[in-house]
Each structure stands twice: as C-alpha cells, then as structure tokens.
C-alpha cells in the first residue's frame, strides 16, 4: 500500500481547521525559511534541528544562503541575524540555559545552554513557526520560554555528565521511539538497548519518525532504527528485536529492569505492564493537543502504566469504531494485530488490499491509512490523527531528558505523571504524584502486584 507520506498530514490539518482537504493541502504546500547566526555554532544546530522537524510537515524549507524569491509563509530567524525576507516572522534566541522563541525580535545573550535544550528550543519554535504558517486555533503566549534550568531543577549540571546504563529495552520504534533516541543522542551516553518492534516502516510513518526515510519502507522498523541511530549514539549498542517486547526470549525475573515505552495505543501500553518492568519510561501523544509523560519504579503505592493508561469510554469507542469500519469483530480489534482470518475479511470489504500484505500489521496502522487516503468505507466523520513530527519529537526528547535524569540518582521522589501541551510553556505545575487507579487491572490483581514486589524490592534497578 504505497501512500504519500503527506496524507497524513493534510487529514490532520483538515480535521484542526474543519477545511477540506485540498485546502489543506494547499496550506501545507508552502515554503519557510531558516534563517540563522553562522557564526555560532549553537545557532547553526538549533536550525538544524528546526529543519529536520519542518522538512516532515511542510512542503519546502529554505535553508541555506541563498537569496531565493520564493513567497515564503514564515521566517524563522535564530539568534543574532535580521530577517531575509518580507514574510512574518518568528525570532528564537538563547540566554542562559534558555530558549526564547517569540513574535518580535527580542535582545537576549548567546545560545549558552546545553545540547538537548537547543533541541528542545527547536521543537517549541517548529511550534510556533507551524502555528503561524498554518493559521492553528491554539492558543499561546506572544512569548515561549524553554528554562531547561526550571526543568530540571538540581539536576542540571548532571546532565553534562557522561550517564550510564547497562541495559534497557525500548518497546515500540516508531515516532516517539525515533524522538526518543534523537533526543538520547543530545547526551554523553553508554549502555545496551533492545529495540523491538513486531512492524515494517510504513509511508504513512514518514511524516513522523525522523530516523526513517523512503528507503526504509517495507523494511523492519526495529532493523532500522538501530542502523540510522547509531552513527548518533556512537556510546549505546544497539540490538534490534523484530518481534514485540512480549515476544522477547528469556523473559524471567529481573529481566525487564528499564522499559521505554513508544507503542501507539493504551490497550498496547497495558499489556506491557504485565511484563513487571522494573522502571517505566513511557510517553504518548494525543493527536498535535497533548505530549503525556508517565514515570514509574517498583516497588511502587504510585501509578503503573496499567493505572495511566487505565480503558476509558474513548478508548472502546474507538476500537468499536475500527472494528466496524474496517470490517471485523470488536475482539479480533482488540488481539491489536490483523490474524490471517480477519485480513481475507477485510480484504473482501476492501479489495483493494492483499490479505498476505496487511496479516500481521496493527488495525490502527491499517485503520489510519484508510483514513489518510480516504478510503475508509464508514458514514462516520470520526479519525485518527497523526501528530505533526515536532510533537512526537517533543515526546520522545522529554522521554529523554527524563531517562537521563533518573539514571543519575535514585530520584523517587519526582513525578509520575505530566501533560505537556506543544503550542505553549511546559507548566512545571501541572506534574504529579498520581495515586493508583483503584480498578487497574495490573495493580488491583493481587498475583502481578505481589510479583512485582518481590522481583523489585531485591534489586536495585
Ligand atoms: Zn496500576
């Protein structure tokens, strides 16, 4: 099933500005221009970074010197430069440990802050420059400040520290997957980390996962991820697993010590919860509204993943709704991978698919490029929207920056939850200490939790 990779996100746009999709389409086939400080190397990086995320969304971004005549939508101008062309603008500059992305041009110091600050700078202003480009509803501050120091508190001078891991498993190598190892590769970094995932590259994954190309497609995620996020992390060994993190072989004990968690759907996550990880590192994305961040080490009164991503209303309606439009049973939905009987059946809805092709992928991936290429055969307006790239990447370069963080101390008392909203500040008050769910089916089975107690009250993970 060969899609543009901009579908995507030409039905995601429409759905945020209620357009129709050649009006979107027209909207995301615009040019922005970088412009930047040559003579700072940081400036040079966080424009590279903001073209790497724009180039996933927008049609063309101009980056380099030349003095091109192209009508561009916005200007980006990064650090101590002026405009080059005639278009509306959106300034970022740095002070100490800080990223100012604003509407005017303001006078703030150098870009003096450390690496993964300049990354995360990036993606708020990839923000901005989208929002106005894009004319987004959203709502935010004439004025985004990035304090990497407010973030990470005490923290901070741990992160210029060379950090440490022996192993970890990533489970899921999509767009936070690829976010999170872009974001890891901002830090002096060692250790071993499985990447598993069951799935191929897909075009529809393109507009998203910053480590995958055209090439890639059809090809094992898992594959490559490790190949095309090691030249950056040249510190961590990289193991690809092409199976899911349940699938993995010998599963026993203390096995799962560090869980990073890039699957893409609540039921996906719950399921990983069952494998008792030791330390949970997890982050997902609602569509472009909402980055959530989730924390947690057992032995643990707190929340589990189980507990975060406990089934709601919306989560059953939204598997009754894939169940229904693509053709099968709410239970087959549920299995998360199209058997090899519910691919003939949804091959005779949709003809147009093979059944040998589709078996074994997701229903959500098969349900989201139906939508995206507008084959879906339902009378039903409702869909499943792609994030643009800088949210995934904004996901995955928290996820980061809170692995690192907890690799250095033991870190029990930080939050275990945070909700963090793309288009504006990061609210340091709105992380919490969530308590358990009271109907969680990890915590409430007394056998998985008196489990969890005994492997990880012994170890020190
Ligand atoms: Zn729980």
Request: hydrophobic content about 40%; charged content about 25%.
């Amino acid at each position: 099933m060969k899609l543009n990779a901009n579908a995507e996100n030409t039905k995601t746009l429409s759905a945020i500005l209620g357009i129709d999709e050649s009006e979107a389409r027209a909207l995301l086939d615009a040019s922005v221009a970088i412009t930047f400080d040559r003579r700072d190397e940081r400036a040079a990086k966080f424009a590279w970074h903001a073209q790497l995320l724009l180039s996933r969304t927008i049609r063309s971004v101009i980056a380099d010197k030349s003095e091109s005549n192209e009508d561009v939508a916005v200007e980006l101008v990064i650090g101590n430069t002026v405009p080059r062309f005639s278009s509306p603008c959106i300034y970022a500059w740095g002070k100490k440990e800080m990223i100012v992305v604003a509407n005017a041009p303001i006078c703030a110091g150098s870009f003096d802050i450390h690496p993964v600050g300049l990354l995360l700078g990036a993606c708020y202003a990839v923000g901005a420059v989208l929002k106005k480009a894009l004319k987004l509803p959203y709502p935010s501050a004439d004025t985004l400040e990035i304090n990497l120091a407010e973030l990470v508190g005490d923290d901070l001078a741990e992160l210029y520290e060379p950090a440490i891991f022996d192993e970890a498993h990533l489970a899921g190598a999509g767009a936070i997957g690829n976010g999170f190892l872009y974001g890891l590769s901002q830090f002096q970094v060692q250790g071993r980390l499985h990447v598993c995932d069951d799935d191929a590259v897909s075009d529809g994954n393109l507009q998203r996962c910053l480590f995958f190309t055209q090439t890639d497609v059809d090809l094992p995620k898992a594959d490559r991820l490790c190949l095309a996020a090691r030249e950056h992390l040249p510190g961590v060994q990289m193991f690809p697993f092409k199976g899911r993190l349940q699938d993995f072989p010998n599963r026993k004990g203390s096995w799962l010590k560090r869980l990073i968690v890039g699957v893409d759907s609540p039921r996906a996550r719950r399921k990983l919860q069952t494998e008792i990880p030791g330390a949970v590192f997890d982050a997902s994305t609602t569509g472009v509204s909402e980055v959530v961040f989730h924390f947690h080490r057992q032995p643990t009164d707190h929340a589990c993943l189980s507990c975060v991503y406990h089934e709601s209303p919306e989560e059953h309606a939204h598997e009754k709704h894939v169940a229904d439009a693509i053709g099968v049973s709410l239970d087959e939905v549920r299995q998360e991978r199209i058997s090899d009987a519910a691919a003939a059946l949804i091959c005779k809805r949709y003809p147009q698919l093979n059944p040998a092709i589709i078996a074994g992928t997701a229903f959500d991936t098969l349900f989201k490029q139906l939508c995206s290429s507008a084959q879906l055969k339902t009378s039903e307006g409702r869909q499943v929207l792609a994030p643009f790239a800088f949210v995934s990447v904004l996901g995955g370069v928290y996820l980061a920056i809170e692995f690192i963080r907890r690799l250095h101390g033991s870190r029990a008392d930080l939050f275990n939850e945070w909700r963090i909203s793309p288009w504006s500040n990061p609210v340091i008050r709105r992380r919490r200490k969530l308590g358990r769910n009271p109907d969680c089916e990890f915590c409430g089975d007394s056998v998985l939790a008196r489990a969890a107690e005994t492997i990880w009250s012994k170890t020190k993970s």
